[in-house]
């Protein structure tokens, strides 16, 4: 790690690149994770109800998935109208 002399001898973009390179490397350090996690997770469970990798441990850098159409306004005001009703 960054001893603290080197981290008040470091320029802004010294400091900038070796957070970056850090991060990377806990990325990595997770997608390695889930996929050992995974691995032992397939060998336990059927093919037919398996989840995909991203749906058993999903990280920050996942791709999100697309969950279509946001609500009007109108509509939302109408589905809270139901739920408040239905409580």
Known sequence: ???????WRATWRE???????????QLAEW???????????CTN?????????????PLSTDEKPDRGERLTQEQFIENMKKLSQAI
């Open 1 to 7: 790690g960054m001893t603290i002399e080197g981290f």
């Open 45 to 57: 469970t059927e093919t037919k109800g398996r989840k995909d990798i991203t749906e058993f441990l």
């Open 15 to 25: 400091f900038l690149l070796y957070r970056k390179a850090y991060e990377a490397r």
């Open 31 to 41: 997608q390695r994770t889930r996929l050992i996690a995974y691995v032992i997770y």
